[in-house]
């Protein structure tokens, strides 16, 4: 897909309501895989001028017919992406008939054909591959699908919505007809065929309704569904209990498809899922895949409400149901999970990826102006950040007055495609605040900065002491100007013993400001921003004393595991400066107080495990990096492996002690979350041991990879080895994939192992890798497994000097771009931190840009490489 002319950019500022409305959708498929057959009966009612505009692309215009008469061709326009009737009724039937070719079809959007079998991914604009329709998600409709296929290849035929009718017709062919009672637009429309086996449950409603509930997975694989169908059902409960929402179809079905560009889609009434998102158990999927089964099942879920019962009215709104559901996923996993853990993890991700997506030339409002590709836009803006914002709006609000906003949102706008100003406004409505100065939070991209002051010596006699908030937002690209935003500030004065006082909410409008607390004589330290109750990069004056105290007493776990990053991030950094000019990191009193404080925590009976690993994982190289900028990537690297190292040192006969401990001595796998606290523990104790390089380590992680009985040890065990080198190294690798290479999602595991592996041979090995015959070209796993996993993963390839990482990533993305342009496009995002890299590097950088812009690639590509490219 190649473009010459300069694309044009959609608006917001262009939005203007669709000039038809669909009362009725009857859609009919004859499925081939390569020249499948697509009618479409739809009842039009014009409620606005001008002529009627379909979206089309990639496929062939057979006929079309207004009220029963065939069009003659010098009666409509067809263009590359357009069919365009000048003149119509006021009311018609309009009649279309088109093909398309499943089975060619490499970019999956729209209908394609997976492992043999059809499957749909509309959003964001994929339907238009489907047939000509209006491909926009205000324009909404009732949809009627029969599906006609051979009996023998496709057994299953799912649409959205209720099965009402199916049966055999002649040739060896079935049908099947499927009504959805609910309005949505076509980006919600699913389908599926193919020969699937099935996993069933039901789920009674809080109304008392029993909902059949059916996972279809490839033959073979229905065991490893108990756990998303575990996860569902968990969800179903949940919802109705945080949000009062219940479901409203007769039966909810998830479909499995091991060739799929993100990660799940929410299509009313039948989800369709990335394998990897799905299908877990014991020896194949680790703990980490659980959690991520679990949160994106419910995610999905979520969406049932938050995106299909009440959608966007436009792309720019995608914040509205992303940033929602995400938020709802975020306290469902917590619920489930841990809340403290949870909120953790959920921020550090925050960090590695939003805040460098905020920091750097992809930065964008949560609710963006203009885009080229709106595939391009599901970002971690969009989605983690849009999160944060629905939590700030919470914290600020106070519980009670958000549920009450909330209640109202899916009462006013059920059925209807929204707006985030609709949104706010119903929280307006339940709280009496005024949402103008939050919907910055919207409009602005960037990330806050925060720096908190504290006046240490007051002169006496003082009743008060005094804390002073400053907030700045940096320039983005587009935005030279910032002005203030909103900042819910969570914050408590914690003393030797514990809190001095109440947790305080200062909710901060201006530019800066003061606030006063009463005087304690005791030493003290401000906790400031627990929970992380705002997205922003804190500045504060903290003293390692301080963040020894808080890492000790702070009643707010979140915080307590705040202070130890915030020390070991000074001291990464410090290191990483070293390192670059060529010294040698040094040992001083806050590294000595840092492992001091570990060692404490790590010892302490009252933290879980899960909280431990955490404390125990230092920040990552993206935070150290956007610090340190510009800065030497291979330094900041090192400069982690530096503090690993010192850490085991310090620590070393605890991490033994604790690694022996946590070892399962029930012999029987569970993946609950005690469990996997336990086997996280492990594996952080494994890993920073192995940063000694002595033998012990490489010891243990033999024996673990000997004697594993579940994936999360195994697997944990291969890295610790892959990291150590040595011999044992290419034996192991080439056992893991004798022993799994029929299992495509633990071969992505192994191609993701190898591609962050530091090999002697250095790029050629990678090349090497996407030569072998199981590397799969076309499925976007895989490709990320490889492509990602080495760009993202492999620091000393991938930022080599020599540029031969920059050049085999980029003629990567090319390759992909020519079969799969949005999922190529995602994988460029791994240069966005350019600007952050050494000079020689920026250069090595800025001339791969240059060269893929160059090739004209694709219209995703193209956005991309040129916002990067600034
Ligand atoms: N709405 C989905 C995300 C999604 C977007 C695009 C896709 O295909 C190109 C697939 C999924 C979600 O939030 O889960
Ligand atoms: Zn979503």
Redesign the pocket.
């Known amino acids: 897909m190649r473009t010459d002319a300069a694309p044009t950019p959609t608006r917001l500022a262009d939005y203007t309501p669709y000039n038809f409305e669909i009362s009725e959708t009857r859609f009919d498929f004859r499925l081939d895989p390569k020249a499948t057959r697509v009618r479409s009966l739809l009842k039009m009612k014009r409620t606005g001028p001008g002529p009627l505009v379909l979206d089309g692309e990639a496929i062939d215009l057979v006929s079309v017919e207004i009220d029963g008469r065939q069009l003659k061709r010098s009666e409509y326009r067809l263009t590359q992406d357009k069919l365009i009737l000048e003149e119509t009724p006021d009311v018609f039937t309009l009649n279309i008939e088109s093909k398309c070719n499943p089975s060619a079809n490499t970019t999956l959007m729209g209908l394609y054909v997976s492992g043999g079998r059809f499957c749909t991914q509309c959003e964001a604009e994929g339907f238009r591959r489907i047939t000509y329709f209006p491909d926009r998600p205000d324009v909404m409709s009732v949809f009627t699908v029969l599906i006609d296929a051979d009996k023998t290849a496709y057994p299953t035929l799912l649409a959205n919505g209720n099965k009402i009718e199916e049966g055999d017709i002649d040739g060896g062919r079935h049908y099947a007809v499927w009504h959805d009672p609910f309005l949505k637009p076509c980006y919600l429309f699913a389908l599926v065929a193919g020969e699937f086996d099935l996993l069933e449950d039901s789920f009674t409603t809080m109304s008392g309704r029993s909902i059949p509930l059916e996972i279809f997975v490839d033959p073979g694989d229905a065991p490893k569904a108990a756990y998303a169908m575990d996860s569902l059902i968990r969800a179903m409960a949940w919802d109705e209990r945080a949000f009062g929402r219940e479901y409203d179809l007769d039966r909810f079905m998830i479909v499995a498809v091991r060739d799929f560009n993100f990660g799940a889609m929410?299509n009313k009434g039948l989800n369709i899922f990335n394998s990897s998102l799905l299908l877990a158990d014991a020896e194949t999927a680790t703990d980490m895949n659980f959690e991520r089964i679990e949160s994106v099942v419910a995610?999905e879920y979520f969406?049932n409400w938050t995106?299909n019962r009440i959608t966007c009215r436009d792309w720019f709104q995608l914040c509205l149901?992303?940033g929602f559901?995400v938020f709802r996923d975020q306290e469902f996993s917590a619920d489930q999970r841990g809340a403290a853990v949870q909120r953790i993890k959920d921020v550090r991700a925050l960090r590695a990826r939003q805040f460098a997506e905020d920091n750097g030339p992809l930065a964008h409002p949560v609710r963006p102006t203009e885009y080229l590709k709106i595939d391009n836009f599901y970002t971690a803006t969009i989605y983690e950040k849009g999160a944060e914002l629905i939590r700030m709006l919470k914290a600020w609000l106070g519980e009670d007055m958000f549920r009450k906003g909330s209640d109202i949102y899916f009462d006013r706008l059920d059925g209807t495609a929204a707006t985030i100003e609709q949104f706010l406004a119903c929280f307006e409505t339940a709280s009496g605040e005024d949402m103008g100065q939050f919907m910055r939070w919207y409009e602005q991209a960037g990330t806050p900065r925060l720096t908190v002051r504290r006046r240490r010596t007051p002169t006496k006699p003082v009743i008060s002491q005094v804390v002073s908030f400053k907030q700045v937002t940096p320039p983005t690209p587009g935005q030279p100007k910032k002005a203030a935003v909103l900042i819910p500030i969570r914050w408590q004065a914690i003393g030797e013993n514990g809190p001095l006082m109440e947790p305080q909410l200062t909710v901060m409008t201006t530019k800066s400001t003061d606030v006063s607390y009463p005087r304690f004589d005791e030493p003290h330290s401000i906790s400031v921003l627990q929970g992380f109750s705002a997205p922003v990069i804190l500045n504060s004056d903290a003293t390692t004393a301080d963040l020894v105290r808080l890492m000790g007493n702070d009643p707010d776990a979140f915080n307590r595991w705040e202070a130890g990053q915030t020390l070991a991030r000074r001291l990464l950094v410090d290191f990483a400066k070293a390192l670059e000019a060529g010294k040698m990191p040094k040992t001083n009193p806050a590294l000595r107080d840092y492992c001091k404080a570990l060692g404490t925590t790590l010892n302490d009976p009252q933290f879980d495990n899960a909280f431990k690993a955490l404390v125990l994982t230092s920040p990552s190289s993206m935070e150290v990096l956007m610090e340190a900028a510009p800065i030497d990537p291979i330094a900041v690297h090192e400069a982690g492996q530096w503090l690993s190292r010192a850490v085991a040192d310090a620590l070393r006969d605890d991490l033994l002690v604790t690694y022996k401990a946590m070892r399962d001595k029930t012999g029987v796998f569970s993946p609950d979350a005690e469990a996997a606290g336990r086997r996280a523990l492990k594996s952080r104790c494994l890993a920073l041991l192995s940063a000694r390089f002595d033998p012990l380590a490489a010891s243990l992680a033999s024996n673990q990879l000997d004697n594993a009985t579940n994936m999360t040890d195994e697997l944990a065990a291969l890295i610790t080895l892959s990291r150590l080198g040595g011999q044992r190294v290419e034996s192991s690798m080439e056992a893991f994939f004798a022993k799994w290479k029929d299992q495509p999602l633990v071969l992505d595991k192994w191609f993701s192992v190898q591609s962050m592996r530091d090999h002697a041979d250095g790029i050629h090995a990678i090349t090497r890798l996407a030569e072998t015959p199981s590397y799969e070209r076309n499925n976007p796993n895989r490709v990320r497994a490889l492509v990602g996993g080495f760009s993202m993963g492999n620091t000393k390839l991938f930022h080599k000097l020599d540029g031969s990482g920059y050049r085999f990533f980029a003629d990567q993305v090319l390759d992909m771009d020519s079969r799969n342009p949005s999922v190529a496009a995602r994988l460029l995002g791994a240069f966005e931190i350019w600007r952050k890299l050494d000079p020689r590097r920026q250069a090595l950088v800025q001339a791969e840009l240059d060269r893929i812009i160059a090739a004209k690639p694709s219209k995703n590509v193209l956005e991309i490489a040129e916002r990067t490219r600034g």
């Open positions: 929410e995610h969406h995106g149901k992303e559901t």
